[in-house]
């Protein structure tokens, strides 16, 4: 496991802290009902593809969109920016050979899109009773590197779960053109708060961004480790990381921050 400090030991300097920006995926929500979103999406993609004469098999749409992902990963980690929902449906629509319908594209980036709203994931537990604390002494703000759900749509699932309203600015990475760790995304969410960076905090569960890209821009970090079914933060789960404390649930940010 990384190497942590106690909860004894805080490193940040609570009277120092004016922001707390804070991920959104594995942070703030789990990843929980994937597999009724996954449904969806590709019964969509069946019925556009029954519709244009081309009819596919399940195993087809699942490899394409594993290629797609592969493609999403590798434009994430080297350009530091999350292609859109509609290129990564153009993407698999090309491995499918499909016809290049816009009727069909549009419907499926829509269903890819929209998919988070029918079958929303849960939020993380303690999170909103915490968000509620956190807002009364620190500026909120979300810093999101989004995927096949854009921005606009996150945030609709946070304002059905009553927590959109705890943040002052909101940085979604289609919006940015830009994905952690760059340093803009942290500029944009610090925009909205009226705080340096030294007098902010940011909890995120991937080292290699949320970490790395707050340390680099000179802000104190939290790495959450209280979703256990997150993934993306495997390949640094042996190694030391750079935050100044490590939170293993929302209980803990609250002791962290609020004491």
């Given at each position: ?40 999406r590709?019964?969509t ?49 090309q ?53 096949f ?44 708060t009226?705080?340096q960076a030294?007098?902010?905090v ?13 340390k ?40 962290i921050?609020?004491?």
């Amino acid at each position: 496991m990384p190497e942590s400090t106690s909860l004894s030991e805080n490193r940040i300097p609570k009277e120092r802290v004016k922001a707390v920006t804070i991920d959104f995926w594995n942070t703030l929500y789990d990843s929980s009902n994937g597999d009724g979103r996954t449904h969806d999406r590709h019964e969509t993609i069946l019925r556009n593809a029954a519709r244009l004469n081309a009819p596919l098999e399940e195993a087809a749409v699942k490899a394409a969109q594993k290629e797609a992902w592969e493609y999403f990963n590798k434009v994430w980690r080297e350009e530091q920016r999350t292609p859109s929902t509609r290129r990564m449906v153009e993407y698999f629509w090309q491995r499918l050979a499909l016809s290049a319908d816009e009727q069909a594209l549009q419907e499926v980036t829509l269903a890819f899109e929209e998919g988070i709203v029918k079958h929303p994931p849960s939020l993380l537990p303690n999170v909103k009773e915490v968000l509620a604390r956190l807002s009364e002494k620190y500026y909120l703000a979300l810093i999101s590197d989004t995927a096949f759900s854009p921005g606009r749509v996150l945030k609709r699932v946070m304002e059905a779960d009553g927590i959109a309203e705890y943040f002052s600015m909101m940085s979604f990475s289609d919006e940015t053109g830009v994905s952690k760790p760059h340093a803009h995304a942290y500029e944009v969410a610090l925009s909205g708060t009226r705080c340096q960076a030294h007098e902010c905090v940011h909890i995120g569960d991937i080292e290699r961004t949320d970490i790395a890209g707050a340390k680099e821009y000179g802000m104190f970090a939290i790495l959450f480790a209280g979703d256990p079914h997150a993934r993306m933060n495997d390949e640094h789960k042996d190694l030391p990381t750079q935050a100044d404390m490590r939170a293993e649930s929302w209980s803990d940010i609250a002791h962290i921050l609020l004491g």
